[in-house]
């Protein structure tokens, strides 16, 4: 079975932009979290999206975004890109909303703001 | 507010020494699960352990064990005759139960070096 998913890889962006990044859960697995990790630093929650609505936020300025589709992927959004956005952004299933089972992480998606 | 704190921010060993990399948290809540990730240089996280606070019980599963004390609020990782393999970034991480409304909180990670 595909573990999760994530794309692109790596992205680059300037100051200003849009960026749009994607998210495959494990199949079966309706619940996709958000997560941005800094270099040298922990991940921190961004959002957590489960049967397409949102239950968790994160102390995240409105730039960023998230939504969850019928198949249960997801994208997250953030708008006129800072290059303190610049971060490897990490998604996570699990097949219930609570959160005190495991997570399962994707690779992630490299960000670089320039 | 909750937080995890790993103070331990490099360490590094020579294969098959024990290693143990320390965490330590702050919560109000009684009831709460603690966990344990390795990042490997791949990126993704790799769930190794959850914990709730009801449970003090000492776990070992291979040459991995972990030290949950209350009373100190930590829950430290053991690492036994290390190998090359165990090279990564570690997070102990925290989380109310029953939530999902906060997400997990991570420490900073502790980067662990095994030299051949």
């Known amino acids: 079975d595909a573990g999760v998913t994530q794309s692109p890889t790596h992205l680059i962006k300037t100051r200003g932009q849009h960026v749009t990044l994607r998210c495959s859960p494990i199949s079966g697995h309706k619940s996709v979290s958000w997560y941005q990790q800094v270099l040298g630093q922990g991940p921190q929650f961004i959002f957590q999206?489960?049967?397409?609505?949102?239950?968790g936020r994160g102390n995240f300025p409105d730039r960023f975004s998230a939504r969850q589709f019928p198949n249960y992927s997801s994208e997250l959004n953030v708008n006129a890109l800072l290059l303190g956005d610049s971060a490897l952004y990490l998604c996570?299933?699990?097949?219930?909303?609570?959160?005190?089972?495991?997570?399962?992480f994707g690779s992630g998606t490299q960000l670089s703001v320039l | 507010a909750q937080k995890v704190t790993q103070a331990q921010t490099e360490i590094s060993v020579v294969e098959k020494e024990d290693v143990t990399l320390d965490c330590v948290y702050e919560t109000r809540d009684t009831t709460y699960y603690l966990f344990w990730y390795k990042q490997p240089p791949s990126g993704e996280l790799v769930f190794l352990i959850r914990r709730n606070s009801f449970d003090e019980q000492n776990e070992i599963s291979g040459r991995y064990s972990w030290n949950f004390q209350k009373s100190t609020s930590s829950f430290n990782f053991t690492i036994t005759a290390s190998q090359v393999v165990d090279s990564a970034v570690y997070f102990c991480a925290l989380d109310k139960s029953g939530g999902g409304a906060d997400g997990l909180t991570f420490g900073k990670g502790t980067h662990l070096i095994i030299q051949p």
């Open positions: 999206y489960y049967e397409k609505e949102e239950r």
């Open positions: 996570a299933s699990s097949s219930r909303l609570i959160i005190d089972e495991k997570l399962f």
